[in-house]
């Protein structure tokens, strides 16, 4: 099949992949670009595994068109730490033993990061509706809600110092 | 300092047994480099995508794979008449059955596997799967496991025609797999007959499946030059995987090297050894290339390792103050096409002798009868030991009916009938010795934390407005950690487990273990237990698992069995380990090993608290001065066989209100109370509850794998197929006792499947208790709103 040019900022790099016109943005991720954060638990969109960002939107790339990214800035569980410190979601996860297998872990953190922008200071109840597209079959979900409210915390505690 | 406080501190920096240590995995996690399976690829590596059936049963009349052979890309379309030369169309199973590998002239379930196109990447796989033409005749199917022995039943098993024996026993019809049963059936018999009352009640255990969020999958690697076999698998069993390869292909067990890489989940759904698996081999071995086979979630729920589908019938006998007198239980157990389901293989119907429960029955009989029909092949223990969930479901259910036939208050009748605390250990009628459990303290101190008295005023309130709101207890005795090999072997191999350990010069260590961990934090706690036993700081012990190159041999991790077996395992190695540096420590002090004693990290001399020499300090001097005679270094492997199972408890209570409108439920309140024994990492085991209790109300509440009449899967995706979001999962409460083992070397029990096997029953009971007073004793799973809203319809409750 006839492959197409695809550039897109990934992470903060700059990268060019040359894809079929149906390949899923989480294929190109995991097989092409070998960044194998984002997992595959469905291809249905119904898991969240493989959220990632896409220009300030938590997006399901196993149904999404890798083409549909041209241009894009693009961003993996590979890039949330900068300048070799954990972001506070990821140090707050593994303070409040918020995973367990870590197979939904990368999705529930692409998609905190996001639902930590719309949402500064949640509740719970803002929490589990915020993150009821991704799915977590080993933590039964109390875990993860006090990773993200400790996280907000952590977040709102630094802004404001 | 006092000495006490020193000795504190030195515990503290062991972060040893007991305390809530930060998990050594989550780094890799947190940050996107785990290592799952479908992480792996390798230089020229292909992808396999498997041809299922559309249809329940049906006879293939033709294959037709020139289409797909011919499209660009695609390098072998593998069927049963390409592996039958290597005799490898049909394998084994756990249970003593065979198993087609791809469909052997007929299909006998709906989504079977009958081709596997190789191919250059997993788009062309698909396209060239969507090409192989399959041309069918369609036979009657059976779905329902009741008229599987009927006369005139379609026979699933042409293979087995004739044969009066499955690996399980006799059968007497050719649906017919296993009738298997235990205890005193004359004397219950006569028990039920002179009974003050009974009571009966027939109750499903519907089919699930355990789906976790990593499908199965594998890579399979063939070195055509060295006759080596690589083979990375989503596997909670690697060792036996091995040997299961070896048994089958012929390899040398020392030239196939299996490897459980990070595992998304378990649950007893990667027990198994799949067809994916087998065709990925020869396809690799055929081809000389690397082959991924990785299941879409699909075919996860259509095929692999469904779990329960026990049609049981529950019977008690008892006097008029509630206290049991005999116990009957039976079931019918549906296993789907081919008797694949993952017990300790002279288990026929698993540990399901362990219906007698927390309660002190002087006699009970249990029978299970094991059936084909055309449905995906099974089943395994979905988070539980193997059947314990439905044993457990059953007398937890059976309590609380016979509870309502006599009025009596469902913690009142558990108060009359516990094992007490002087009993233990325990024999029970089905044959068991229960090791410890103090059962009604727990049960009190449930109570009195959820001020039971006043929910029950509550509900009475409520009752009295015509509204709906239930309360379910659960007092669950579990059986894990399978097990005393004289009791428990799987394919012949005793259900031991292993720990190697060795201690370098410069005083850190690396074990290497049996079991595989996927998500319970072995890394983690293991190294906790070598701590606390050697006095090595834990974060100096790397734990390894997983690779059958460089892990003694294992039975794997499943049926709660890693912290009882394991890590008993553990515990032993480290304790040869210290007493061989305890005459290594009198070596160095010069005095007789009798005059040390162990200190948290170090030996000291008797009475002489400044004559020390710490572990580190033995580790060094064991590659350089040991006393005379004595093998330099610091190591040793255990292979632990338990004397006994374990039992863990727990008591659980469940508040359920119920909108008699629409039949939705709403969990007010879970509190779970559980006895696993002395607790290694408090944070991981409530971890491992709140998983346990999601997985239990993903069951009670929604999951089910059903079928029409002519075996089609209604809803095989997670669109269809319940896994509770965080919006519906409840809030869960946790609570603890303390029962230490006997017989365990740290007193321990294993945990992580308690929650699970005691919550279903305890959601059920919370659900069907709302409806109490107006005479309903049981509802049948799952509670969906729409199955609520039934039971609220006929009792004409909405109007
Ligand atoms: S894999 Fe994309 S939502 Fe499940
Ligand atoms: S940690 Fe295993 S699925 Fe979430």
């Known amino acids: 099949m006839a492959k197409t040019q695809l550039s897109f900022n990934l992470n903060g790099q700059d990268v060019d992949v040359l894809v079929e016109p149906r390949e899923l943005l ?136 | 300092m006092s000495a006490a406080e020193d000795t504190l501190e030195r515990q503290d920096q062991l972060q040893g047994i007991g305390c809530s240590r930060k998990r050594k995995e989550d780094p890799r996690f947190i940050q996107g480099k785990g290592n799952y399976v479908d992480d792996v690829k390798l230089p020229g590596m292909l992808c396999g995508a498997i041809v299922r059936s559309p249809f329940a049963h049906a006879k293939i009349v033709s294959i037709n794979k020139e289409k797909a052979l011919a499209l660009p890309g695609v390098h072998a379309v593998i069927t049963a008449d390409d592996l039958k030369p290597l005799g490898l169309h049909w394998m084994p199973t756990l249970a003593g059955d065979t198993q087609a590998v791809l469909a052997d002239e007929k299909v006998a379930f709906q989504q079977q596997e009958v081709a596997m196109v190789v191919a250059d990447d997993r788009y062309i796989a698909a396209d060239g799967a969507e090409l192989v033409e399959v ?78 969020l990593e ?40 030239k196939v090297r299996v490897i459980s890489p990070d595992i998304g989940g378990g649950f007893g759904n990667k027990v198994g050894v799949y067809p994916g698996y087998v065709v990925a081999i020869v396809s690799s071995i055929v081809l000389g290339r690397p082959v991924k086979w990785i299941e879409s979630r699909i075919d996860n729920i259509s095929t692999t390792a469904f779990a329960r589908d026990y049609h049981g019938i529950g019977e008690l006998a008892a006097d008029k103050n509630g206290v049991i007198k005999a116990l009957r239980f039976s079931a019918l157990a549906d296993h789907g096409a081919f008797n694949a389901h ?159 350990i060795r201690v370098h010069p410069t005083g850190s260590a690396i074990a290497r273990m049996g079991t595989i961990t996927q998500g319970q934090g072995h890394q983690t706690t293991y190294a906790q237990i070598i701590a606390s036993e050697l006095g090595l700081s834990s974060d100096d012990i790397q734990i390894e698992e997983g690779d059958t190159d460089t892990a003694p041999y294992g039975l794997g991790t499943y049926g709660s069995r890693s912290t009882p077996v394991g890590g008993a395992a553990t515990a032993m190695a480290a304790r040869t380990i210290r007493a061989k540096a305890q005459k290594i420590a009198a070596h160095l002090l010069e005095v007789s090993p009798d005059d040390v004693e162990w200190d948290v990290d170090r030996f000291q001399v008797k009475g002489n608290p400044d004559a020390v020499k710490t572990m580190k300090e033995v580790a060094w001097a ?44 709403s969990i007010r309140r879970f509190y779970a109370l559980d006895d696993c024994g002395n607790r290694i990492n408090p944070m991981i085991i409530e971890g491992q509850i709140h998983g346990g209790l999601n997985e239990a109300f993903a069951v009670a509440m929604g999951q089910l794998i059903s079928f029409d009449e002519d075996g089609n899967l209604q ?26 083992s006997p017989h365990h070397p740290l007193g321990a029990k294993g945990v992580a499947e308690s929650p699970h096997v005691g919550g279903i029953p305890c959601f059920s009971n919370a659900v069907i208790d709302a409806f109490a007073h107006k005479g309903v004793t049981h509802v049948n799973m799952p509670h969906t709103a729409f199955n609520v809203w039934k039971t609220i319809h006929q009792l004409g409750l909405d109007n």
């Not at chain 1, 790339?61 to 083409?67: D, K, M």
């Not at chain 2, 059962?439 to 309130?461: F, S, T, W």
């Not at chain 2, 269809?720 to 603890?736: G, K, M």
């Open chain 2, 342 to 500: 993952a017990q300790p293989t002279k288990w026929p119907a698993g540990l399901f002798s362990i219906c007698t429960g927390s309660y002190d029955i002087p006699v009970a009989y249990a029978r299970v009868d094991g059936v084909y029909t055309n449905k995906a092949p099974g089943g395994v223990a979905y988070r539980c030991s193997f059947r314990v969930t439905e044993a457990v479901y059953l007398i937890e259910r059976m309590i609380d009916v016979l509870a309502q036939k006599l009025d009596i208050d469902k913690a009142e009748i558990r108060r009359r009938n516990f094992i007490k605390a002087e009993q233990f250990p325990y024999q029970s009628a089905l044959g068991w010795e229960y090791d410890s459990g103090n059962y009604l303290p727990a049960l009190e101190k449930v109570l009195e934390a959820c001020d039971y008295e006043g929910l029950r005023k509550e509900q009475a309130e409520k009752r009295a407005k015509g509204e709906l709101m239930g309360i379910g207890l659960c007092t669950f005795t579990e059986i894990v950690g399978a097990g005393p090999s004289k009791a428990c072997d799987v394919l012949g191999v005793g259900m031991f487990d292993s720990c190697e």
């Open chain 1, 26 to 161: 989480i294929h190109v991720l995991r097989e092409q670009l070998m960044q194998t954060g984002a997992h595959i638990g469905c291809e249905t969109s119904h898991c969240g595994a493989c959220t990632v960002d896409i220009n300030g939107q938590s997006v399901k790339s196993c149904t999404f068109l890798a083409v549909q990214a041209q241009g894009a800035e693009v961003m993996t569980v590979e890039g949330l730490a900068s300048g070799g410190e954990l972001h506070p979601l990821q140090a707050a996860f593994m303070e409040e033993h918020g995973l367990q297998c870590g197979f939904c872990t990368p999705g529930m953190l692409m998609r905190g990061y996001r639902f930590l922008q719309e949402n500064p200071n949640p509740s719970e109840d803002d929490i589990r509706q915020g993150m009821a597209g991704n799915l977590c079959r080993c933590t039964g979900y109390q875990n993860i809600i006090k990773s993200i409210q400790k996280a907000a915390a952590d977040i709102n505690a630094a802004d404001n110092a």
């Open chain 2, 135 to 212: 041309e069918y005749e369609v036979l009657p199917a059976l779905v329902d496991p009741h008229k599987a022995m009927d006369d005139d039943a379609p026979i699933i098993r042409d293979d087995l025609v004739g044969k009066d024996e499955a690996g399980q026993g006799k059968r007497t019809h050719n649906n017919h797999i296993f009738t298997w049963d235990v205890g005193d059936k004359d004397a219950t018999d006569r028990a039920f007959d002179n009974a003050e009352v009974t009571v009966r009640e027939e109750i499903l255990n519907p089919r699930v499946h355990p789906s976790p």
């Open chain 2, 622 to 665: 064991a590659y350089n001065n040991v006393p005379e005679g004595m093998e330099m270094g610091l190591e040793t492997v255990n292979y632990y066989d338990p004397p006994n199972f374990t039992y863990p408890f727990g008591i659980y209570l469940c508040v359920v209100d119920i909108d008699r409108h629409t039949g939705e439920t």
């Open chain 2, 715 to 740: 809803g095989n995706s997670l669109m269809d197929y319940f896994i509770p979001t965080f919006v519906e999962t409840p809030h869960w409460e946790t609570d603890y006792t303390v029962t230490p």
């Open chain 2, 215 to 254: 499908t199965c999958g594998c890579v399979a690697s063939f070195d055509k030059i060295n006759g080596a076999l690589t083979v990375y698998i989503t596997s909670q069993a690697p060792h036996i995987v091995r040997t299961v390869i070896t048994l089958l292909s012929g390899i040398a067990e020392s």
